[in-house]
């Protein structure tokens, strides 16, 4: 796969990354949407799509874009802490991890906390940290209450080396995720496939638009553009 990609133009993206884009032409502050030069999902992740889609958390997933980034740590490659748009993509974003292992870091900037929980049976003051405003606790409350703000919270995935993670509910919505560049140790290649947000689906206002985006994506006969 690696190889196929190589053969293909590596354009130049943010923060030492590069990119090879299958997806329609997208302008997210605008919100507007043209399928461009989209010509479909490369051949190549036809086999990887029906693969993925025998997990049960993939059921029904209808890619409609990949984007392909190209890390090293020549170039210092790293991702900022971001929510991907959803507008117009989905809830599921599914990254495959290849060549090297890595670390996801996910993060949260909103005002919710994150309440320990004591160990059943035990008899802790936590156990009346249900009386206490979690958004609201005054910091010794807090530590006393084991609440911990979440934005002192830093969840580190570990993946390795070949695996697929799929982001969704809170990881997708409400946790922010990024690559940071001491975990980029080698080269490393990530191919993220994403699909339409309920707008642009069956029944979606834009629907239209998603199905005829879908068909060309499903055709695998794409060239990056
Ligand atoms: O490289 C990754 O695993 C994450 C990529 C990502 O977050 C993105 O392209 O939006
Ligand atoms: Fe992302």
Same mark, same amino acid.
């Given at each position: 796969?690696?190889?196929?990609?190589?053969?293909?133009?590596?354009?130049?993206?943010?923060?030492?990354?590069?990119?090879?884009?299958?997806?329609?032409?997208?302008?997210?502050?605008?919100? &507007?949407?043209?399928?461009?030069?989209?010509?479909?999902?490369?051949?190549?992740?036809?086999?990887?799509?029906?693969?993925?889609?025998?997990?049960?958390?993939?059921? /029904?997933?209808? @890619?409609?874009?990949?984007?392909?980034?190209?890390?090293?740590?020549?170039? /210092?490659? *790293?991702?900022? @802490?971001?929510?991907?748009?959803?507008?117009?993509?989905?809830?599921?974003?599914?990254? $495959?991890? $290849?060549? *090297?292992?890595?670390?996801?870091?996910?993060?949260?900037?909103?005002?919710?906390?994150?309440?320990?929980?004591?160990?059943?049976?035990?008899?802790?003051?936590?156990?009346?940290?249900?009386?206490?405003?979690?958004?609201?606790?005054?910091?010794?409350?807090?530590?006393?209450?084991?609440?911990?703000?979440?934005?002192?919270?830093?969840?580190?995935?570990?993946? @390795?080396?070949?695996?697929?993670?799929? $982001?969704?509910?809170?990881?997708?919505? &409400?946790? &922010?995720?990024?690559?940071?560049?001491?975990?980029?140790?080698?080269?490393?290649?990530?191919?993220?496939?994403?699909?339409?947000?309920?707008?642009?689906?069956?029944?979606?206002?834009?629907?239209?638009?998603?199905?005829?985006?879908?068909?060309?994506?499903? *055709?695998?006969?794409?060239?990056?553009?």
């Amino acid at each position: 796969m690696i190889q196929i990609m190589d053969q293909d133009k590596w354009r130049l993206s943010q923060s030492g990354r590069r990119k090879q884009d299958f997806g329609p032409k997208v302008n997210f502050k605008k919100q &507007k949407l043209k399928v461009g030069s989209f010509t479909g999902l490369p051949n190549f992740s036809q086999v990887l799509w029906q693969r993925m889609k025998l997990h049960a958390v993939l059921e /029904g997933f209808l @890619p409609v874009e990949q984007c392909n980034l190209d890390y090293s740590s020549d170039r /210092g490659s *790293s991702i900022d @802490p971001h929510f991907d748009d959803s507008w117009l993509w989905g809830e599921r974003l599914v990254s $495959l991890n $290849l060549l *090297s292992d890595t670390v996801l870091t996910m993060t949260r900037e909103d005002a919710d906390s994150l309440q320990l929980m004591s160990a059943v049976g035990e008899e802790t003051e936590l156990h009346h940290a249900n009386d206490v405003n979690t958004t609201q606790c005054n910091a010794a409350d807090c530590k006393l209450y084991g609440i911990i703000p979440f934005s002192d919270v830093e969840v580190t995935i570990y993946l @390795p080396q070949r695996s697929l993670v799929v $982001l969704y509910s809170d990881a997708r919505y &409400k946790w &922010k995720h990024a690559i940071h560049r001491e975990n980029i140790r080698q080269r490393r290649v990530c191919i993220t496939f994403r699909e339409m947000s309920p707008e642009f689906s069956l029944g979606g206002k834009e629907e239209e638009l998603g199905q005829m985006l879908l068909k060309l994506a499903l *055709s695998f006969q794409g060239k990056s553009v």
